[in-house]
């Protein structure tokens, strides 16, 4: 089993829609948990970090639930340029901070 | 504020050759870690520099080793070059192994092609 898991697409979706990612991971140990976005041969760029309490920046919202190892992202009213992949990312501090990866799940919205 | 910088952009080597890779923090971090990632996958980690120790390390070969220098930059060197080798290599700085956010921020990678 991955160690997070990820959907890959790609969605895709009308601009304007409502679309929801899932991610799930395997280390109940896990301290941090962020969603990255990536655009197409470019370096991954923090989106936002998640909390238990949820967190909200614009357009964008992410939950965490410790129970049930699950992480979401929803994206409301969807841009053209919110098109990317989208990587789920889990931090777990072992005596340094190091970072897993979902494989990413791709976006895609048209006209 | 100067971002995480990466050099070379793109490199194209042969098999069994070696390969230096360079990294310079963002200003303010004084922790590197590199990840590779493959066409199609996210970034798997490789290691994490810290106080120019290896703090953490992920399920690579030997052939891949790292330094930190004093200025909190770093290099990636991988021996003995694999065809499988070729990648984005992804170099990220924070403040501090466990700083508070653990967050990371990536430099642009640099892309190694061997053949």
């Known amino acids: 089993r991955k160690e997070v898991e990820q959907d890959p697409g790609p969605f895709n979706v009308p601009e304007g829609a409502t679309v929801a990612f899932n991610c799930t991971y395997s280390?109940?140990?896990?301290?941090?948990f962020f969603w990255y976005r990536q655009d197409c041969r470019k370096e991954p760029k923090l989106l936002m970090s998640v909390y238990s309490s949820g967190n909200e920046d614009g357009r964008f919202t992410a939950q965490l639930n410790r129970a049930s190892q699950y992480i979401s992202l929803l994206i409301r009213d969807s841009k053209l340029s919110d098109s990317a992949t989208y990587l789920c990312v889990v931090g777990f501090t072992g005596g340094g901070n190091k970072l897993t990866f979902g494989t990413g799940t791709q976006l895609k919205v048209e006209l | 504020d100067a971002g995480v910088t990466q050099s070379p952009t793109h490199l194209i080597k042969t098999r069994g050759q070696q390969v230096t890779l360079r990294c310079s923090p963002k200003?303010?971090?004084?922790?590197v870690s590199w990840y590779q990632q493959a066409l199609g996958q996210g970034p798997q980690f490789i290691f994490q520099y810290y106080e120019e120790e290896e703090r953490q390390r992920g399920n690579f070969p030997d052939r891949f080793s790292g330094h930190q220098f004093p200025n909190y930059s770093s290099e990636l060197n991988v021996n003995a070059l694999l065809l499988g080798d070729s990648a984005l290599y992804l170099c990220a700085s924070s403040l501090g192994p466990s700083g508070s956010s653990y967050e990371q921020y990536f430099g642009p990678g640099t892309r190694l092609t061997v053949t």
């Open positions: 200003s303010g971090h004084d922790t």
């Open positions: 280390n109940s140990a896990s301290q941090s």
